[in-house]
């Protein structure tokens, strides 16, 4: 039973142009919501994160989305550049005492010269 | 200043062997959590160890177990391997182990299990 869903495995994006990630949950508990992005041989590195209590977090060429009633959330990088080419997770977490994180299957985004 | 660091990088193993995983957090951070992430899929939560306790423990069987020191490293043991338990071990530390705490990942260990 996945609490956080990434529908799309992979996605190509010309570069310059808007690569948008989408994500999908189902616990309407969870506090925080994470993206990471991970190169191969690297552990997950921390992008950008967004609280419930908000619609949207802004950090650059990143934004993240959150739309509490359709239980949803998208990120946004403008514009794609080469080394954004990686594999994107969406998290959530806080419907506990610790800091578990619950991790989506990931989305692998290319991004095309 | 040194991120995460996890050791072994890479091992293999015999199944019903058991394993060792070792991990040092950021300085400073007290919080240490344990992930596997299976090929193609995300991290998944096995252990969190806030001042050398025990906060939170996911879905694994009792093979899998772990400790943190004093000094806030931390160690995961998983006893009589499987062949599922080929995974890329992550080890991620934070301030305090809250919510909202901003988790660092170190660059993981592979096991194999043949």
């Known amino acids: 039973d996945q609490q956080v869903k990434q529908n799309s495995p992979s996605l190509s994006v010309q570069e310059g142009r808007i690569s948008i990630l989408n994500c999908d949950y189902t616990n309407s508990m969870f506090d925080y919501f994470l993206w990471y992005k991970k190169y191969p041989a690297e552990g997950p590195t921390f992008l950008i994160s967004?609280?419930?209590?908000?619609d949207k977090n802004e950090d650059g060429r990143f934004t993240v989305f959150l739309n509490k009633s359709a239980k949803h959330l998208s990120l946004h990088i403008v514009p794609s550049q080469p080394g954004d080419s990686a594999v994107y997770f969406c998290?959530?977490?806080?419907?506990?005492?610790?800091?578990?994180?619950?991790f989506g299957k990931g989305t692998r985004l290319h991004i095309l010269p | 200043d040194a991120g995460v660091t996890q050791s072994p990088t890479h091992l293999i193993k015999t199944r019903g062997q058991q394993v060792t995983l070792r991990c040092s957090p950021i300085?400073?951070?007290?919080?240490v959590s344990w992930y596997q992430q299976v090929l193609g899929q995300g991290p998944q939560f096995i252990f969190q160890?806030?001042?050398?306790?025990?906060?939170g423990r996911g879905n694994f069987p009792d093979r899998f177990s772990a400790r943190q020191f004093p000094n806030y490293s931390s160690e995961l043991n998983v006893n009589a391997l499987l062949l599922g338990d080929s995974a890329l071990y992550l080890c991620a530390s934070s301030l305090r182990g809250e919510v909202g705490n901003t988790i660092y990942f170190g660059e993981g260990s592979w096991l194999t299990v043949v």
């Open positions: 998290a959530a977490s806080g419907f506990g005492r610790d800091d578990k994180i619950i």
């Open positions: 160890y806030y001042e050398k306790e025990e906060r």
């Open positions: 967004i609280s419930s209590i908000k």
């Open positions: 300085s400073g951070h007290k919080s």
